[in-house]
């Protein structure tokens, strides 16, 4: 075992969009536990969208960490060394680690995992965060029906392939939107949904019409993106909006200039009865048994199926996380350690 | 018994706004039932918003008129022959009549009322279409919770007084919108809301500050006007943004210029987890009988107080409706024939 300690520092906050340089990577030595702690080994760091807003300084949904120390995230880790009555050594952890190869917990916000039921990763990905959300969003607020158009977007993604298949197996017909052909024939030829979008190909108005005819009864939207006019007034009646995630845009930066109109947005959302629902992760905290339960069934099964995009090394996370913003990772983003 | 039926038939369609104009009074011979139709003489004609959207000729959600016909619209009326073996003379019914004195009905969309039970104006106001659908989207979507600051526009209105009161009831903190004092004035001493907003009287942003120091959690809106998006921004988390209705915009025209942008809307429906929820009157229709419980006993205990604006005669009837969209009416508009 090494004695050095890597850590990815949050070094400035971002002027506009994050840069390389708003990270550095920075060594230390690895830190010793007191009475009550525990030290924690990272092997996978989780990469996702809503980390963005982290960078910034504004208040969001959750605080931003200080500048020179870790960025925040969150990691699968192993415990070697317990001063903690309620972790042993070896046992496996979901922790809120931040970036870095160890770290100290007082045992806040560990979750420990069984790595014989599911391979790791899972619990950064459809059994972790992602599932969960995608799981909650569409357990509470989607009121699926067999034979209902579902639509979602950025598909292929951590959340979004969880949604698309849930869908799927719920009896809906999916129709799911992501980047390039390849993620497009992954979406229908191994992931089983009706049809997809290429958002780079072409008329997005016009593939929607093309894959929808009927309209849409539920979307996930992962991005509220430029593409959410065209989604709306696809709608049909008594359809559900739920809004997900903004990788589109940086609300930190403000939005693009729009012709958008709230009030004619009110007057479809009334003609056609729909609703539009916000949601985080941490509203389906009670659903957690129950995501459990019918998740590790459906990854068992192969029912619900998953792709991880992973990249080694610590020092590339950086990079890899502003990938996420082009759409360069095909598939859950993980950074071994 | 005049043997002259009067009627007031649509006869153009607005080129922009409604005007005098597209309607005529028009009499003629009082129809003669055939078997199986009732002939019905109209007490009270209910005015409403929604019916503006019935003069165009595009699909909104339900039907328009042919020209040179009644106008389509609610009334009171009382059965003066019967040929239909469930009415029988002298019932009182709610009818889709249209705006004349007397009408032929098959039967379709009669609903008897008892007129020793309540006053025969409340079927069209407080126990009627109005007040059903405050009741309705309260109780479906409302998510009521003692303590709650619930905001409702039109605050003076049929629907709107309903939904003021109803939250007033259920313990949560009413402040209500209107224009003008006196209206004003009603709301928080008449119906008991905390306070009131006067849409004429200055900065709106600043009123709902001062009201609503600690955020909206339920708006009702029924306007849909340019008051949207202040109020948008001092939603709460978990806020219910209750779209009912549109009075301050003409759909049929189309939009007023705007610098909204659904991006930013969508960023905030899910940093804030909002729900925006659309509803029409015929979605609550399995409530009826639970709203007529309710409604009827919050009425004679004086719970919920109900405001007329009564015009006599039904060639007055346009220019009262057109008065609707300037908010000339003080409380629920009807016409006395």
Redesign the interface.
Known sequence: MTSINRQIHLVSRPEKEPVLENFALVEGPIPTPSEGEVLLRTHYLSLAPYMRARMYDGA??AASPPLNAPMVGTSIAHIIESRHPSFAVDDYVVAPSGWQAYSLSDGTGLQRINPDLAPLTTALNVLGLPGHTAYGALTRFGRMKSGDTLLVSAATGGVGSVAAQMGRIAGLRVVGIAGGKDKCRYLTEDLGLAAAIDRRGGDFAEQLRETCPDGVDIYF?NV???L??SV?DAMKNYGRYL????I??N?DL???????????????????????????FS?FADLTSQFHTDMSGWVKSGAVKYREHIIDGLENAPEAFLGLFSGSNFGKLLVRL
Chains 1, 2 share one sequence.
């Open positions: 969001n949904y939207d509220a993106g430029a959410a006019r709306l809004v997900c995630g903004t589109a845009v609300r403000g939005f693009p200039e729009s012709k958008d109109n709230l009030q004619e947005i009110l007057a479809k959302i009334l003609v056609k009865r729909l609703t539009l629902q916000g949601f985080l509203d």
